[in-house]
């Protein structure tokens, strides 16, 4: 636990002194994503809102948070009827993104990020890399798309693009400061 407590801190701080040095062009951001899914008799509800601050056209840091609700249905043989559990997760998710290509409203970027397990003493639950796109919809809304990863994923090696790495994102920025 100590470890991973030292790579949330190490995360946090490397954020804020990146965030006291630069104050050009800096943008504050709030948004998230919802999902929901269900598949062989379990369902996930989704909800992760999170903050960001973008200091330049290619830095931005942010902090997110997810919370999931796991719904498994098993059918008892026994008492011939569906009995319901629920497990309910809380993960902080802090991110460094560097934004590599812009094309007009279209970027392309890769987070560092980190998640971390708030229900089990912030134990890791991934730390690694993931590509994504975001599309500047309105001067104060953009969407952004996620996929793939690779890193340490419940601390073993992962690298996966499928689809169930997919997320979709809808930021609004504040104006910026002339």
Known sequence: MKHQLKSLVIVIGVAAL???TQKVNAQWYVGGGLGYSEQNMVS???????VGYSFNPHWTVGLGTSFQRIDRTVYNNVQE?????RSDYWFLNPYVRFTFLNIDKLSFFVDAAG???VNHGFDVN???FRPGLSY???DHFTAVAQIGFIGSYNH???AEMGLNT?????YYQFKKRK
Do not use: W
């Open 156 to 158: 073993n090696f992962r």
């Open 81 to 85: 009827t569906y009995i319901i559990s």
């Open 115 to 117: 998640s971390f397990d």
């Open 136 to 138: 500047q919809l309105t």
């Open 126 to 128: 991934y730390l690694g």
């Open 44 to 50: 996930l509800l989704h909800f992760s809102p999170e």
């Open 166 to 170: 997919l997320e979709f994102s809808l």
């Open 18 to 20: 990146v965030l006291g």
